[in-house]
C-alpha cells in the first residue's frame, strides 16, 4: 500500500515538474517574441510583465535599470498596489541602500520575508523605500557580468505569498529578460540618433537655402546699383 502511495506521489510530482518545464520553456519563448514584436521598451516591459505574472503571482512588479552616468537607479515600468505606478516611482542613488541596490549590490536572485527586510535594516544593510512587503523577490539584470538592473516582484498578502521556486523561476527568465531589454534599450537609443540627426540636416540645410536666397538677394540688390 505504501509503495503504491509512494508510486502516485512520483508520478504527481513528476507530471508536476513536467509541467512547470513546459511553462517555463513557453515563457522564454514568449519574452523572445514579444522582443521582436513591441514597438516600444514600455510595450516590452508591459509584455514581460504579464508573461511573468503566467508563471507567479505578479500583482506588484517592476524593472529597475541603472543609470551608470548619474549612478541611479530609475524605474520605467512599475505597478504597484500600495506604492502607484511608474510616474510615481522617482530615481534612486546607489547610495541609498534600497532593497532594490542592494539586489544589484549582491549581484544573486533574492528572497526576503517582512521579517528579513526588518532585520536587515536593523543591522543598516538596507534602508527600503515604501511600504513593506510581505515578501520581496528580486534577480540582477547580467549580461556578461554586467548588472544592468533588477526585476523584482512583491506581494502585501498572506494570501499570494511566493517562495523560494518562485524566486529561481525569476532568476532563470532574467537572462534572457536583461538581454532583450537591452537589446531593445540601444533599438531606442539608435533610433533617437537617427531622429536627431535627421533633424539637425534638415535645420541645416533651410539655414543654408536662407543663407544662399539671401547671398543671391544681396547679389541683385549690388548689381542693380
Known amino acids: 500500500m505504501n509503495k503504491k502511495t509512494n508510486n ?10 513536467l509541467k512547470r518545464s513546459e511553462l517555463i520553456q513557453s515563457s522564454l519563448y514568449r519574452i523572445a517574441q514579444a522582443a521582436h514584436k513591441a514597438d516600444s521598451l514600455n510595450d516590452l516591459y508591459k509584455a514581460i510583465h504579464f508573461i511573468i505574472s503566467k508563471l507567479m503571482y505578479a500583482k506588484n512588479f517592476y524593472i529597475a535599470i541603472l543609470d551608470s552616468n548619474t549612478n541611479k537607479i530609475n524605474f520605467p515600468y512599475y505597478i504597484d498596489q500600495k506604492d502607484g505606478k511608474s510616474s510615481d516611482a522617482k530615481p534612486v542613488k546607489l547610495e541609498k541602500k534600497s532593497l532594490t541596490v542592494h539586489c544589484l549590490e549582491l549581484g544573486v536572485p533574492l528572497f526576503y520575508t517582512k521579517k528579513d527586510i526588518t532585520d536587515l535594516k536593523k543591522l543598516g544593510e538596507v534602508y527600503p523605500i515604501g511600504t513593506y512587503p510581505e515578501v520581496w523577490l528580486g534577480s540582477p539584470l547580467i549580461i556578461q557580468e554586467k548588472t544592468i538592473g533588477a526585476i523584482v516582484v512583491q ?6 505569498l511566493l517562495s523560494i521556486e518562485d524566486r529561481d523561476l525569476l532568476n532563470f527568465v532574467s537572462e534572457l529578460v536583461a538581454m532583450v531589454i537591452q537589446r531593445k534599450k540601444l533599438e531606442a537609443e539608435q533610433l533617437e540618433y537617427q ?13 543654408l537655402f536662407f543663407a544662399k536666397e539671401k547671398a543671391e538677394s544681396a547679389a541683385q540688390a549690388k548689381s542693380e546699383f
Do not use: A, G, Q
Not at 502516485?8 to 515538474?17: F, Q
Not at 506581494?155 to 499570494?160: E, G, L, R, T, V
Not at 540627426?197 to 533651410?206: A, C, G, Q, V
Open 155 to 160: 506581494s502585501y498578502d498572506d494570501k499570494h
Open 195 to 207: 531622429s536627431n540627426l535627421e533633424k539637425k540636416i534638415r535645420e541645416r540645410t533651410k539655414e
Open 8 to 17: 502516485t506521489s512520483e508520478v504527481r510530482e513528476l507530471k508536476k515538474h
